[in-house]
Nanobody, 123 residues
Protein backbone atom coordinates (compact mmCIF):
# COMPACT_ATOMS: atom_id res chain seq x y z
CA UNK A 1 0.00 0.00 0.00
CA UNK A 2 1.25 3.46 -0.98
CA UNK A 3 -0.45 6.68 0.06
CA UNK A 4 0.14 9.69 -2.19
CA UNK A 5 -0.61 13.33 -1.44
CA UNK A 6 -0.23 16.09 -4.02
CA UNK A 7 0.42 19.73 -3.23
CA UNK A 8 1.48 22.91 -4.99
CA UNK A 9 -1.49 23.51 -7.22
CA UNK A 10 -3.09 26.91 -7.55
CA UNK A 11 -3.85 29.80 -9.85
CA UNK A 12 -1.22 31.19 -12.18
CA UNK A 13 -1.13 33.48 -15.21
CA UNK A 14 -0.33 32.14 -18.65
CA UNK A 15 3.42 31.98 -19.08
CA UNK A 16 3.99 31.47 -15.39
CA UNK A 17 5.30 28.50 -13.44
CA UNK A 18 4.22 26.12 -10.71
CA UNK A 19 5.89 23.20 -9.00
CA UNK A 20 3.75 20.29 -7.91
CA UNK A 21 4.89 17.89 -5.22
CA UNK A 22 3.77 14.36 -4.44
CA UNK A 23 4.62 12.97 -1.03
CA UNK A 24 4.56 9.20 -0.68
CA UNK A 25 4.10 7.14 2.45
CA UNK A 26 3.61 3.46 3.16
CA UNK A 27 5.62 0.99 1.09
CA UNK A 28 8.10 3.58 -0.11
CA UNK A 29 10.87 1.00 0.06
CA UNK A 30 9.43 -0.68 -3.02
CA UNK A 31 10.88 -0.01 -6.46
CA UNK A 32 7.95 1.89 -7.91
CA UNK A 33 7.74 4.07 -10.96
CA UNK A 34 5.69 7.23 -10.60
CA UNK A 35 3.76 9.49 -12.89
CA UNK A 36 1.59 12.54 -13.27
CA UNK A 37 -1.80 12.59 -14.98
CA UNK A 38 -4.31 15.35 -15.43
CA UNK A 39 -8.00 15.66 -16.15
CA UNK A 40 -9.71 18.79 -17.40
CA UNK A 41 -13.48 19.32 -17.07
CA UNK A 42 -15.36 17.28 -19.65
CA UNK A 43 -12.22 15.50 -20.84
CA UNK A 44 -10.66 12.11 -20.26
CA UNK A 45 -7.70 11.59 -17.99
CA UNK A 46 -4.46 12.40 -19.81
CA UNK A 47 -0.92 11.20 -19.25
CA UNK A 48 1.55 13.98 -18.46
CA UNK A 49 4.88 12.52 -17.36
CA UNK A 50 6.42 9.48 -15.69
CA UNK A 51 9.71 8.64 -14.01
CA UNK A 52 11.44 5.40 -13.10
CA UNK A 53 12.31 4.44 -9.53
CA UNK A 54 15.93 5.49 -10.02
CA UNK A 55 15.01 8.66 -11.87
CA UNK A 56 17.08 7.55 -14.84
CA UNK A 57 14.14 7.07 -17.18
CA UNK A 58 11.41 9.57 -18.01
CA UNK A 59 8.43 9.84 -20.34
CA UNK A 60 6.62 13.04 -21.32
CA UNK A 61 3.47 13.74 -23.23
CA UNK A 62 4.19 15.68 -26.41
CA UNK A 63 1.97 18.49 -25.17
CA UNK A 64 4.25 19.23 -22.21
CA UNK A 65 7.67 18.22 -23.50
CA UNK A 66 10.14 21.07 -23.15
CA UNK A 67 7.94 22.87 -20.62
CA UNK A 68 7.49 20.38 -17.77
CA UNK A 69 10.17 18.48 -15.89
CA UNK A 70 9.52 15.45 -13.70
CA UNK A 71 11.92 14.52 -10.93
CA UNK A 72 12.02 12.58 -7.67
CA UNK A 73 13.95 12.51 -4.43
CA UNK A 74 13.62 9.05 -2.96
CA UNK A 75 15.38 10.10 0.25
CA UNK A 76 12.49 12.51 0.82
CA UNK A 77 9.85 10.15 -0.62
CA UNK A 78 8.77 12.96 -2.90
CA UNK A 79 8.17 13.42 -6.62
CA UNK A 80 7.97 16.77 -8.36
CA UNK A 81 6.55 18.26 -11.52
CA UNK A 82 8.08 21.59 -12.47
CA UNK A 83 5.71 23.32 -14.88
CA UNK A 84 6.99 26.29 -16.87
CA UNK A 85 5.48 28.38 -19.65
CA UNK A 86 2.02 27.37 -18.51
CA UNK A 87 -0.88 27.66 -20.93
CA UNK A 88 -4.62 27.88 -20.29
CA UNK A 89 -5.00 24.39 -21.75
CA UNK A 90 -2.86 23.08 -18.89
CA UNK A 91 -5.77 23.82 -16.55
CA UNK A 92 -6.79 20.53 -14.95
CA UNK A 93 -6.77 18.48 -11.80
CA UNK A 94 -3.33 16.91 -11.59
CA UNK A 95 -2.96 13.45 -10.09
CA UNK A 96 0.12 11.71 -8.76
CA UNK A 97 0.31 7.95 -9.30
CA UNK A 98 2.61 5.04 -8.50
CA UNK A 99 3.21 1.83 -10.43
CA UNK A 100 4.54 -1.23 -8.66
CA UNK A 101 5.61 -2.90 -11.89
CA UNK A 102 7.08 -0.63 -14.55
CA UNK A 103 7.57 2.79 -16.06
CA UNK A 104 4.43 3.31 -18.10
CA UNK A 105 2.21 5.91 -19.76
CA UNK A 106 -0.96 3.91 -19.17
CA UNK A 107 -3.19 4.93 -16.32
CA UNK A 108 -4.55 1.42 -15.89
CA UNK A 109 -1.05 0.18 -15.10
CA UNK A 110 -0.73 2.40 -12.04
CA UNK A 111 -1.66 0.92 -8.69
CA UNK A 112 -2.01 3.92 -6.39
CA UNK A 113 -3.34 7.43 -6.89
CA UNK A 114 -3.40 10.67 -4.99
CA UNK A 115 -6.47 12.82 -4.48
CA UNK A 116 -5.47 15.42 -7.05
CA UNK A 117 -4.53 19.08 -6.94
CA UNK A 118 -6.14 21.81 -9.02
CA UNK A 119 -4.03 23.82 -11.45
CA UNK A 120 -5.72 26.80 -13.08
CA UNK A 121 -3.96 28.90 -15.71
CA UNK A 122 -5.59 32.19 -16.58
CA UNK A 123 -5.40 33.72 -20.05
Amino acid sequence: QVHLVESGGGLVQAGGSLRLSCAASGRTFSRYAMGWFRQAPGKEREFVAAISWSGGGTYYADSVKGRFTISRDNAKNTMYLQMNSLKPEDTAVYYCAASMTKLTRRGDEYDYWGQGTQVTVSS
